[in-house]
C-alpha cells in the first residue's frame, strides 16, 4: 500500500528530522542536477545522509561531498568492486582510514560485504571473503562500525561476526537493504547490528522485507534510500523514471508508519535514534538528541 506524501506529517505536529543511512550522492546518475537534488532533500526534513564509499577511487569524492553539505560518509570496498583490484590496495584503505580517523564526519567503514548473488564463481567468492575479512579487521582497529552489503550471504556474513565477537566488542553497524530470514534478521542484530529498508518496503511483492518491517521489534530498523538506485514504487512506476534521491525518505517512512501502525512522526523518532546508536559517530554532525527526535 502507498501512503500519500502529505501522511508523512502529523498537523501541529514539530517536522520530523530524518537520517538517510545509504546513499550513493556521488554516482554520475547525479551529475547534472547534484545541487537540486540536494535542496530537495533538505526541504524534505532529511538531517543527515550517509554516503558510503565502493572503491579507494571514490574514497576523495565521498568525503568531499560530505564536508560540502554537513552530511557523513564511510570508506571502503564494496564486494562487486573487489574483482581484479590488486589485494595492494588494501593498504590506500587502512591509510585512508588511518588519515581521517579524526574527522568526525567518518562514521563506518564500508559500504563492505559479500554479494552472492552476482557469482557462484568459487574464485571471485573467495576474492570478496579476503577483502570482507580484512576490512573487517580494519574497522576493528579503528573502532568503527561497519555499512553491510548482503545478497544471499547472511549466514556466512553472520558467522563471521559471531566469530569475532562483534557485538560483544561494542562495535556495530547496519545490514544494509536486508531481505534475509527472521532467523537471520536475529543472528544480524545478535551482532549489534540494526537493519536498513528503503525502497522495497512500497511494493506490494515484497512480502519478506515488509513481513520483517512490520514484526521485527523498533529498535531493529533503519531507513535508506540506496540512491540512485533501489528506487520506490512511484519512481519505477512513473511514466518518466529518474534516480532515486534521499528527499524520497520521508515518504519511506510513511510507508513504514502505515505497516507498523503508527506515525510517521515516531518513525522518524525511531529510526533517527537507532542510526545515532548503530553510528555513535553521527552524534557529531546532528542537533542534540532532543532536537532530532519529534513527538510520536
Excluded: K
Excluded at 57 to 84: C, I, K, S
Excluded at 135 to 164: M, Y
Amino acid at each position: 500500500m502507498l501512503v500519500p506524501h502529505s501522511q508523512a506529517s502529523q498537523a501541529g505536529a514539530a517536522p520530523p528530522l530524518w537520517i538517510d543511512t545509504h546513499a550513493h550522492l556521488d554516482a554520475s546518475e547525479f551529475d547534472a542536477s547534484r545541487l537540486a537534488m540536494l535542496d530537495r532533500a533538505r526541504a524534505a526534513g532529511v538531517a543527515c545522509v550517509v554516503i558510503p564509499a565502493v572503491h579507494p577511487d571514490n574514497f576523495q569524492a565521498v568525503r568531499e561531498l560530505a564536508h560540502a553539505n554537513g552530511f557523513a560518509y564511510a570508506l571502503g570496498v564494496h564486494p562487486m568492486y573487489v574483482r581484479g583490484l590488486p589485494r595492494e590496495q588494501l593498504q590506500r584503505v587502512g591509510d585512508a582510514l588511518a588519515s581521517c580517523i579524526d574527522d568526525p564526519h567518518l562514521v563506518a567503514v564500508g559500504e563492505i560485504g559479500l554479494d552472492h548473488f552476482v557469482t557462484s564463481d568459487p574464485g571471485e567468492r573467495a576474492e570478496q571473503a579476503w577483502w570482507w575479512e580484512r576490512q573487517l579487521d580494519l574497522a576493528g582497529q579503528f573502532g568503527l562500525p561497519v555499512l553491510l552489503h548482503v545478497r544471499r550471504a547472511q549466514d556466512v556474513l553472520a558467522a563471521t561476526l559471531r566469530r569475532r565477537r562483534w557485538g560483544a566488542r561494542g562495535f556495530g553497524g547496519i545490514a544494509h537493504a536486508f531481505n534475509g530470514s527472521p532467523q537471520q534478521a536475529r543472528a544480524m542484530l545478535a551482532e549489534g547490528l540494526c537493519l536498513g529498508f528503503g525502497g522495497m518496503l512500497s511494493f506490494d511483492r515484497s512480502r519478506n522485507i515488509r513481513r520483517l518491517a512490520q514484526q521485527l521489534d523498533e529498535s531493529a530498523l533503519v531507513l535508506e534510500t540506496d540512491a540512485p538506485d533501489i528506487a520506490p514504487q512511484w519512481i519505477a512506476h512513473a511514466a518518466l523514471p529518474r534516480p532515486n534521491e534521499p528527499a524520497e525518505l520521508p515518504r519511506l517512512g510513511a510507508v513504514l508508519a502505515a505497516l507498523r501502525g503508527c506515525t510517521a512522526q515516531h518513525v522518524a523518532q525511531v529510526t533517527a535514534d537507532n542510526a545515532l546508536r548503530v553510528l555513535p559517530r553521527l552524534r557529531r554532525l546532528l542537533p542534540a538528541p532532543e532536537s532530532v527526535r519529534g513527538e510520536a
